[in-house]
């Protein structure tokens, strides 16, 4: 039970639910989740996201997920996001075959880049590439006082991964 964001095109949820493509409407993304209410069992529900026309929203094991339409009312963003509240193992988040929340910050930003992607370092728990953004919003890293280096980097993980619809796709 893996959720798989593909570059380019968008997710492929956990079989048997579908493939979600970038630029499907709201309806067509409704349509598509219907006949799987029984593996959605909070359903999927309207979201409020700032800026976007529509936002979608729906949990699997573990983690959130949440798909938006920003400037058109196309699907642009796919957001997971682990659940802290949820006791059951959470899916695995993959993008390019790496578990996005099963490493360190710092391995995955090698891992990123040993799959030949140029990923800066994470700064601030944060990683920011392209159309893919990861941030750690629980167990942040400490951000050291004004003037001050941190002596030694606590390990963290990321728990919130964002795909954008780039501009080349937009035009499809």
């Known amino acids: 039970m893996t959720i798989d964001l593909l570059p380019g ?68 963003d796919v957001r997971v ?22 490493w360190p910050a710092r391995e995955l930003a090698e891992a990123l880049r040993a799959e030949g992607l140029p990923v800066p370092d994470p700064v601030h728990g944060t990683l920011r590439h392209q159309e893919l953004y990861l941030d750690a919003s629980t167990g942040r890293p400490p951000r050291p006082g004004p003037g001050r280096k941190t002596r030694h980097e606590v390990p963290y993980h990321f728990d919130s991964v964002s795909l954008h619809r780039t501009a080349p796709e937009a035009a499809r």
Do not use: K, M, Q
């Not at 968008?10 to 006949?35: D, I, M, N, S």
């Not at 593996?39 to 999927?44: A, F, N, Q």
């Not at 006791?87 to 578990?99: E, K, M, Q, S, T």
């Open 9 to 76: 095109l968008g997710v492929r949820l956990p079989a048997p639910l579908p493939e979600l493509h970038f630029g499907l409407t709201e309806a067509a993304v409704l349509a598509l989740l219907a006949p799987h209410g029984e593996l959605l069992p909070d359903g999927v529900h309207s979201t409020f996201v700032c800026g976007c026309r529509w936002s979608l929203g729906f949990r699997l094991p573990g983690v959130g997920v949440s798909l938006s339409a920003h400037d058109a009312d196309a699907l642009a």
């Open 81 to 102: 996001g682990r659940n802290p509240h949820d006791d059951r193992p959470a899916c695995p988040v993959g993008y390019l075959g790496i578990d996005v929340f099963g």
